[in-house]
């Protein structure tokens, strides 16, 4: 009998990294029947400082580096990440290597009653998250709400909501079904009025650029499709040099007659907002990308963004 390929996966501990990792293992073995895949947990900055804001730690690789050096170093093969945590200049020697089909992108709240929306929530209605894309978008649209910050884990994020006063916290659809929360949600927050974060709901697996043979066996796991539209979505991204610390969201879709990207970049106070959309073609997608983030740095989303940057640097 031959001996089984040996694939080891660089997973965060998070009950979802986790659930992230699982999936892959699972598809890949399911797919290539000679191999096995093992799961190797590398906790990463992230996940050890829980008691600050995400826009206030202010650094890209947050939840990517540790796992990173352990790919550099040759510990682990592959690093599962949620794409949207990945930032869009990868070191030197890492490459995307594949990226899964995408689950649906949206937000969604959860509040004490099902059926209960973002429209028809009580005004001056409590909303955690630790997001400004969400906060900026939110108030955008309910001024009148107050923002309250949270971190932590999808499940945690969701007993400290039980537990508390609050009257909702917005998540990403794409966590709560993943980890069977659903009974939780109380509406799904459309994207014509929140857009999510780039790449949400896609899984990027990360992979020294040298090693032919995983980057082979990841054909078998990887979506084209998913990866023009994300695509689109990191170019624009890094035009309007944004990381997660920025209110900037997007969502890039393939159709039959072309690739669409819709986006967002407001100011953190919701007061002040920029959003547009342009068509283009899914085998070209970072120009695509490109293009809408020069147009919205154009329309006067470069002063709102130089005002957040100068404020995160002086703080």
């Avoid at 649906?104 to 028809?120: P, Q, S, W, Y």
């Avoid at 910050?149 to 499940?155: A, E, H, L, S, Y």
Wanted: glycine letters at 8%.
């Amino acid at each position: 009998m031959l001996k089984k390929t040996l694939i080891i996966i660089g997973s965060r501990g998070s009950e979802l990294a986790i659930w992230q990792s699982h999936f892959v293992k699972s598809e890949l073995e399911k797919n290539n029947k000679n191999i096995t895949v093992d799961i190797k947990v590398v906790k990463t900055k992230g996940d050890k400082i829980l008691n600050i804001a995400l826009s206030k730690i202010g650094d890209k690789s947050l939840f990517t580096k540790e796992l990173e050096v352990a790919l550099l170093n040759k510990s682990i093969d592959i690093a599962v990440h949620s794409l949207k945590d990945l930032q869009t200049k990868l070191p030197a020697g890492l490459i995307l290597g594949a990226v899964s089909k995408r689950h649906a992108v949206e937000d969604v709240l959860i509040a004490r009653e099902k059926g209960t929306t973002i429209f028809n929530i009580r005004e001056g209605a409590i909303i955690a998250t630790g997001s400004l894309r969400r906060m900026s978008q939110l108030l955008h649209i309910r001024p009148d709400i107050k923002i309250v910050d949270i971190r932590g884990n999808v499940p945690s994020r969701v007993d400290k909501f039980i537990k508390s006063k609050w009257d909702g916290i917005i998540l990403a659809r794409a966590g709560v079904e993943r980890l069977k929360l659903s009974k939780h949600i109380s509406s799904v927050i459309d994207k014509e009025e929140i857009l999510p974060a780039v790449s949400q709901g896609a899984l990027g697996i990360e992979v020294y650029e040298d090693n032919k043979s995983v980057l082979e066996i990841l054909k078998s796991f990887h979506d084209e499709n998913t990866l023009s539209a994300v695509s689109a979505e990191r170019e624009l991204l890094r035009t309007l040099e944004g990381g997660c610390q920025v209110p900037i969201g997007a969502y890039a879709e393939v159709k039959a007659n072309g690739l669409y990207l819709d986006a967002y970049v407001g100011t953190i106070d919701g007061s002040l907002a920029y959003r547009s959309k342009l068509r283009g073609s899914k085998s070209y997608p970072e120009k695509l990308g490109s293009k809408l983030g020069r147009k919205l740095l154009k329309a006067g989303a470069k002063e709102i963004l130089d005002e957040i940057y100068n404020n995160v640097r002086n703080k």
